[in-house]
C-alpha cells in the first residue's frame, strides 16, 4: 500500500462553494499528479507538478488550480464548484528522474456538486 | 501524439482459466508502458511495466504482460484467474517528450467467476 493519502473521501457540496481537495505523501516524491476519473472511465491529467513551486496544466481542461509549497502536499483547489465538477479525483505521485516514473495513487476523492 | 486503447470494455472468465486483457498503444519512440489495477472505491495500483528488454514482463500478483513492437501491443495476461483478481483495469503510457504525463486506456472490466 502506498504512503499517499487523500482528504476527503467523499464530499458533496453545492453549487458555488470554494473547495480544495487535499493530497499528501510521504514518500519524498517529488512529482506529483492530479487527475479526473469518471466512474470506471479512463483517467484525465488535469495538472501536474514535478517539484516544489512547479505546476503545470494537463490535457484536460479544468477550472481548479493547484498549489505546491511544500514536497508533500499537493493540493487542488475549485473556487466555484458547479454540477459539471462531479467526478472523482486520483493524486498521484512519482520519483523523478527515474526512468520508468511508476506512479503511486491516492485512494481518490469523490466529489458531487448538487 | 501518444494514447492506448483497450478494446474491451469488459471480459468475463471462469476461475482457474488463464486471462487476457488487451491492449494497443500508440507512441511515437519508444514506448514506456504500464498496467494499473482498481478495485471499487479505491486508487489505482501498479502491476507492471515494459521499459526495454525481454518482451515478457512478470509484475504482481501473479500478472505478466507481452510486449509485441510488431502488433503496438500489450496485453496482460494471467495463467490462472482468481475471483479476487475482478476488478478495472488500466493500461498506461508515458509521454514520449514529456515525462510528465501518462495516458491512460478507457479501463477494461475483468470479471471472475467461480
Known amino acids: 500500500e502506498a504512503d499517499i493519502y487523500q482528504t476527503p473521501r467523499y464530499l458533496v457540496i453545492g453549487t458555488g462553494k470554494k473547495i480544495t481537495l487535499e493530497c499528501s505523501q510521504t514518500?519524498?516524491?517529488?512529482?506529483m499528479y492530479w487527475y479526473q476519473q469518471d466512474p470506471g472511465m479512463e483517467l484525465h491529467l488535469i495538472h501536474y507538478?514535478?517539484?516544489?513551486?512547479?505546476?503545470e496544466k494537463g490535457d484536460l481542461s479544468s477550472e481548479s488550480t493547484v498549489s505546491r509549497i511544500r514536497t508533500e502536499h499537493f493540493p487542488l483547489t475549485l473556487e466555484s464548484a458547479r454540477p459539471s465538477h462531479t467526478s472523482q479525483y486520483l493524486c498521484?505521485?512519482?520519483?523523478?528522474?527515474?526512468?520508468?516514473?511508476?506512479?503511486?495513487f491516492g485512494p481518490g476523492t469523490r466529489l458531487t456538486v448538487l | 501524439a501518444q494514447s492506448v486503447a483497450q478494446p474491451e470494455d469488459q471480459v468475463n472468465v471462469a476461475e482457474g482459466n488463464p486471462l487476457t486483457v488487451k491492449c494497443t498503444y500508440s507512441?511515437?519512440?519508444?514506448?514506456?508502458l504500464f498496467w494499473y489495477v482498481q478495485y471499487p472505491n479505491r486508487g489505482l495500483q501498479f502491476l507492471l511495466k515494459?521499459?526495454?528488454?525481454?518482451?515478457l514482463v512478470k509484475g504482481s500478483y501473479g500478472f505478466e504482460a507481452e510486449f509485441n513492437k510488431s502488433q503496438t501491443s500489450f496485453h496482460l495476461k494471467k495463467p490462472s484467474a482468481l475471483v479476487s483478481d475482478s476488478a478495472l483495469y488500466f493500461c498506461?503510457?508515458?509521454?514520449?517528450?514529456?515525462?510528465?504525463?501518462?495516458?491512460f486506456g478507457s479501463g477494461t472490466k475483468l470479471n471472475v467467476k467461480p
Open positions: 498521484a505521485s512519482s520519483e523523478r528522474g527515474g526512468r520508468t516514473d511508476t506512479q503511486y
Open positions: 514518500m519524498g516524491h517529488d512529482k
Open positions: 507538478s514535478y517539484g516544489v513551486n512547479s505546476t
Open positions: 507512441v511515437s519512440g519508444n514506448p514506456y
Open positions: 515494459y521499459i526495454t528488454g525481454d518482451n
Open positions: 498506461a503510457v508515458r509521454d514520449a517528450r514529456n515525462f510528465n504525463k501518462f495516458y
